[in-house]
């Protein structure tokens, strides 16, 4: 999949996706789907630098584009040039830069300085018709990033179900303290990318997707208070895996929010749960 920043050319002829796209939910799986009808090869645009944190990092989205079969990704950085940028000046730069021959939006997208911009605009400056589809909601409600970041900071998992292809968090194994082998738990540890939106700290079952398969596997999201540690990291145990992935990507997909983060008066206390936990794990996973 090919990667260009905003303002650079993309001359391939495309069917041109608009929109911030932090990763692809419901919504957006509309208008790729209409892109796709086109026969054309679907470019969109991603923004990074937004308010708050990411449902998903720049590798992550990567990802998830091009499953979903993206040509290619325009990567735009909210920064004070972009803010500053009119609507009418970024209508003109975007699509002057990437050969559209057919452009896709939300009814609703808006953009340029205090979002004035809106699709009717577009259609003065495109070459090409302007699709402006009808928003798509679950329960009456917009589905939207920020409807979704929302149940993700109140430990809804839910919301995964609305995403393609769920909610995950995607990082390098590292190695760790190797204080889970102790107990029969050994984990894999990742660093949380700072960018990154968490679900609250706890432990959660799940799916991690590794390059030797993917497993059923208990999440461990924060502090470890039972052996003095308070740095924030994320621990995982595979379930039915044995040996070791250090230096690999693996993408963790928390389902089911278990318990919240607690300080055992033992190991002995802390694998009794974790045996609880794995049992859970092997009834709904």
């Known amino acids: ?37 086109t026969g054309l090869p679907v ?47 970024f209508a003109e730069k975007i699509l002057s830069s990437i050969e559209a021959r057919a452009v896709f939006c939300g009814e609703d997208f808006r953009f340029g300085k205090d979002a004035l911009g809106a699709p009717e605009l577009l259609k003065q400056y495109a070459k ?6 009808p928003v798509v909601k679950a329960d009456g ?13 109140e430990g809804d998992m839910r919301m995964s179900r609305a995403l393609v292809p769920g909610y995950f968090v995607q990082g390098v194994v590292e190695h760790g303290r190797e204080v889970g082998r ?40 924060g502090a470890r208070p039972t052996f003095g540690v308070e740095e924030k990291m994320i621990e995982v145990y595979l379930d039915g895996f044995s040996g070791d992935l250090y230096g690999e990507t693996v993408r963790v997909y928390p389902a089911e929010r278990y318990r919240g983060v607690e300080k055992f008066p033992s190991k002995e ?5 974790l045996e609880r936990d794995i049992k859970r794990l092997r009834e709904h996973i």
């Open 141 to 153: 409600k917009k589905i939207s990033a920020s409807m979704l970041k929302e149940m993700l900071e």
């Open 269 to 273: 206390a802390l694998r009794s749960q």
């Open 43 to 89: 470019v969109l645009t991603s923004m990074f630098g937004g308010k708050g944190k990411q449902l998903f990092t720049r590798g992550e989205r990567r990802f998830i584009f091009a499953k979903a079969g993206v040509f290619a990704v325009c990567e735009a950085e909210l920064g004070d040039g972009l803010r500053a940028m009119s609507a009418e000046a």
């Open 182 to 221: 102790t107990y029969g738990f050994p984990t894999l540890n990742l660093t949380p990318p700072p960018e990154k939106l968490l679900p609250p700290d706890g432990v959660y079952g799940g799916i991690c997707a590794t390059p030797r398969g993917e497993f059923p596997c208990i999440v461990h999201f």
């Open 1 to 37: 999949m090919l990667t260009f920043a905003f303002g650079e050319t993309c001359q391939t002829p495309c069917a041109l996706l608009l929109g911030g796209f932090d990763g692809l939910h419901a919504g957006h799986m509309s208008l790729l789907a209409a892109a796709k009808r």
């Open 128 to 133: 090409c018709e302007v699709f402006a589809l």
